[in-house]
């Protein structure tokens, strides 16, 4: 009997990465060598002391023992659709069509995987949350960046958005507030988009996962669908984030615009709903115990999340070779670090290898828009980002001595 032969992956995984977790190998390392790792690497705010809300888990238990543990429809529970419709009329959203998935993730690939062929084109922010890169990767769709700009607190790039598009191109994706950057994007900026994907027949793409995380008095988050009753737009959102419960893989997608344009595409997208039969069945019951009520452990939260973002930002930007523009959202800052010799992989990776402090490094976010930048969450408690920012400190001193 011959040997086997090694089996050869499906081309479609060469260019899926996702920097975030990829970067836990570099920090397995450092801890077989016995440092003590600082993680600000992953945006799980459950894994920093922040509680699910008492009231979804009894909700989600209720129904476990009503035994709700069945196949539920393949598109949500008609009480969890009915409070994001709800939901989404006061952020000034007209839906059309909802469909709950496993997390905000299968909501984005849905939407994806129900609009482009291989030949079509996607445009996509840079930075860019790692998710999309991999699933316009796995389905052999070319994705082209547009520019945020740092000089501008990190809104898009509209010239850069209209540059990139082509007969090819069918969607633009954004991510407000942002991932990486923490950025809210202005009404002028949303304005311009939706002008944008008017004129050149294109479907938005709108992934509001952290839309409740405002920072900052004055600042108000936009629900891009809200200003464009006639352009197809998906919203993306879930309970992960807003609601701290990122395990229980509750997400869902919002449909509006012109019903008789986007009716091939929600039933598309139906399709790839009923094939994996349903979101996890007994979780969505949370929805309209969190969507129908004031989120008031959010707002316990928020004051804390701000003064640890002041004390991160202020705190960088007191170190030599970093900058750091002052996020309105999310809990995630994007500094940038200019010193001479070193890349941002480099610099991540001798970071958690010779101090302890695990972020990510901004090149795994996209393209040139994340070079010489990395990641860092501000979700821990004010003593651990002090740490966090001494050794950060410490090592850039050393690095440019």
Partial sequence: MGRLSKIKPA??????????RDIVETSKQALSLGLDLIYLNIGDPVKYGFKTPKPLIEAVYKAMLENQNSYSDSLGIPEA???IESYALKKGIKPIDIFITQGASEAIEFAIASLLNPQDNI?????????????VSKLGIEARFYNLSEDKNWEPDVESIESQIDKNTKAVVIINPNNPTGAIYSRQTLETI???AKKYNLVILSDEIYDQFVLDEGVEHISIASLCDDVPTVTFNGLSKCYFSPGWR???GIVSGPKEVLEDFI???HKLARARLCAPHPFQYAIPVALNNDNGYLKEVIPALRKRRDLIVEG?????HIMCKRPSGAFYAFPRIDIPGIDDLEFVKRLIMEEGVVVVHGSGFGLKGGANHFRIIFLPEEKILEEALFRIDRFVRKLTK
């Avoid at 922010?125 to 991999?134: D, K, N, S």
């Fill in 316 to 320: 960088l930007n007191q170190i030599p």
């Fill in 250 to 252: 509750i997400g869902w």
């Fill in 11 to 20: 081309d479609r995984t060469t260019g899926v990465e996702y920097a975030i």
């Fill in 267 to 269: 039933e598309a997208i």
């Fill in 81 to 83: 659709l009915k409070a």
């Fill in 123 to 135: 445009l996509l922010p840079c930075p860019c949350y790692p998710l999309y890169q991999a699933i």
């Fill in 194 to 196: 939706v002008e944008i």
